[in-house]
């Protein structure tokens, strides 16, 4: 197991070893239609709002969900390996575009008990909140050590297999675009920031990447085909945030377009920064290798700084990934050929079978 795998199988096994009061009845919601589309896998990303654990470090996981009209099952991927294999699976009603999750479970000694709900937003993200309790097992672990936290939410739903890497360091002007509220003086402001992008290479969680961002805010997102979704919760000017929908679009080392949120007590104000956003690395000595393939086959390369890039290709479709220059390997199943890429170029490669 690699180092990035063995971080996840982390995140995502302590993730539920915290919690809610089981003391409550679940409820199905019978009213309004459900309106919210969750059917298929999502990566959730937390932020401890209260805690009464030793730990204050958010958290990362992924969950499965099979909806069936209003009601649905929330598998988790407890181990990180994208099996599924040890059925943990929550009850969960949706309700207009609100899902809530009820459940408890035995895993590694303990008893966790978990209380999610979730907002959709736009397609593909969601926000929200998470109750979680943790009681020790008698007999199986330290029956002081059980403990509860209340951590902020984002959703994102991992799509089709990305056409490009966002990996990288990125210098980013952030323009306060429109604001309500207290913040409105910040209207027509520009912050010049640096992102540091970390896409995922894992095809289990393809597309997936986070954004730490050095005005200590943390951003989820996934590239989708083309499109790149962005949501996230964090903390500034004394208010609690939280990204409601995205429009950024990237080209080679190039990304522009808006990040929108609400804000406030009740999240009654809204705001939306205009980013522009450049990708030094690589100006000047990188290449784009444009990939296309007539059937479904996953496709690994390694670049000339050892960097890795996991893409799952399906037939007919056409996959771009921004590497520097020099000699790059690529691996499909047992082939392997290497490819000398010059700098400021863009290469075409069709595989073969």
């Known amino acids: 197991m690699t180092a990035t795998q063995t971080a996840w199988v982390c995140a995502a096994s302590v993730l539920f070893l915290a919690g809610c009061d089981m003391s409550k009845t679940f409820t199905p919601i019978e009213s309004p239609e459900p ?116 951590e902020a939410v984002t959703a994102i739903k991992i799509g089709n297999p990305p056409q490009f890497d966002l990996s990288g360091g990125w210098d980013v002007a952030q323009t306060t675009a429109f604001a309500t509220g207290p913040l409105q003086a910040l209207t027509g402001s520009t912050t010049d920031l640096g992102w540091k992008i970390r896409q995922d290479s894992d095809p289990f969680l393809r597309g997936v990447f986070t954004i730490g961002s050095s005005d200590d805010r943390e951003y989820l997102g996934v590239v989708n085909d083309s499109q790149i979704i962005v949501g996230g919760t964090f903390t500034a000017y004394g208010y609690d945030f939280h990204v409601t929908y995205s429009t950024l679009n990237a080209h080679d080392d190039d990304m522009s377009g808006q990040l929108l949120a609400k804000y406030g007590p009740n999240k009654e104000f809204e705001i939306g920064w205009n980013i522009v956003a450049h990708r030094p690395y690589g100006v000047g000595n990188g290449s784009t290798l444009q990939l296309s393939s007539s059937t479904d086959q996953s496709v690994t390369l390694v670049d000339s700084r050892g960097g890795v890039h996991s893409l799952q290709l399906h037939a007919g479709d056409e996959a771009r990934v921004r590497v520097p220059a020099g000699l790059t390997r690529l691996m499909s199943g047992s082939k392997q050929e290497t490819l000398l890429l010059e700098p400021q170029t863009r290469a075409a490669l069709s595989l073969q079978p």
């Open 35 to 150: 309106a919210l589309a969750a059917n298929g896998t999502w990566m959730l990303q937390t932020r401890i709002l209260e805690s009464a654990c030793e730990s204050t470090e958010g958290k990362n996981m992924v969950i499965s969900v099979v909806q069936n009209g209003g009601s649905a099952q929330i598998f988790l991927d407890a181990d990180g390996d994208g099996s599924f294999a040890e059925l943990i699976q929550l009850p969960a009603s949706i309700s207009g575009s609100r899902l809530r999750a009820l459940g408890q479970y035995e895993n590694g000694g303990w008893m966790h008990h978990v209380d999610l709900t979730l907002e959709g937003i736009v397609w593909g993200s969601m926000t929200g909140r998470l109750e979680l309790e943790t009681t020790p097992i008698a007999g199986q672990a330290d029956p002081m050590s059980g403990c509860v936290t209340s």
